[in-house]
């Protein structure tokens, strides 16, 4: 059993809306990212978090400590319930994103390893694994993890414990919910609720299939 998160990666704000409108009676959270920001601003990140869904700010944020805090403090501010950053950047970077989460009530997910078929290249040979610990270390509040790699996803899982997992690569990567509902804590789906002729009836069907 798993929650159901849509990745709404739609380039328009009018879009957007109108898709979290009519999916967010079958959605745990939803998560945003560059592409909707880039032509919406952040102030959507709110607007979306009134229909009384979580939002999840996936900007994957990699850069010097100070940056990550000024970046996830504007997150916070704007409605955001989680941030998801980058572990390559080192502990204290980490470090950063993970106490402005917390300062603002909210959660911070660390990718450590990506769901396409070259997030195999560079998450591994131990580099995930030393990840997930310093996720551990970092008290960071779960992990990124691929659905389309289960066995991958349960490897991790023994590292980080009782720590969420949220896995994106459903629907359009490959991936089944059922590929991992029972490993994980959030099964993340995008383009297969968000371009569907009918993404309120995608999402009741995946919501279906993550319980």
């Excluded at 809306?17 to 945003?32: C, N, V």
């Excluded at 300062?103 to 591994?124: L, R, Y």
């Excluded at 629907?171 to 919910?177: C, E, I, L, M």
Aim: hydrophobic share 50%; glycine share 10%.
């Amino acid at each position: 059993m798993s929650a159901l998160i849509l990745a709404l990666d739609a380039t328009s704000r009018d879009e957007a809306m109108a898709i979290a409108e009519s999916t967010a009676p079958y959605l745990d959270a939803i998560k945003i990212g560059y592409p909707l920001v880039l032509s919406a601003g952040l102030s959507v990140a709110g607007e979306i978090a009134a229909l009384g869904v979580p939002v999840i700010a996936d900007f994957k944020v990699a850069d010097i400590p100070n940056t990550n805090t000024l970046i996830c403090d504007q997150v916070f501010k704007a409605g955001c319930s989680a941030i998801i950053c980058h572990a390559f950047p080192g502990r204290d970077s980490l470090l950063a994103c993970v106490e402005s989460a917390h300062a603002h009530g909210g959660e911070c997910f660390v990718v450590c390893e990506m769901s396409h078929p070259g997030g195999a290249e560079w998450f591994s040979g131990g580099v995930a694994e030393a990840f997930c610990e310093m996720v551990v270390s970092a008290g960071a509040d779960g992990i990124i993890a691929p659905a389309t790699r289960p066995a991958r996803v349960a490897a991790l899982r023994a590292i980080i414990g009782g720590k969420k997992i949220y896995s994106p690569g459903v629907g359009a990567q490959g991936a089944a919910p059922e590929d991992v509902k029972e490993l994980v804590d959030g099964v993340i789906v995008g383009r297969a609720i968000y371009t569907a002729a009918d993404p309120a009836a995608a999402a009741k069907e995946y919501a279906k299939r993550c319980r």
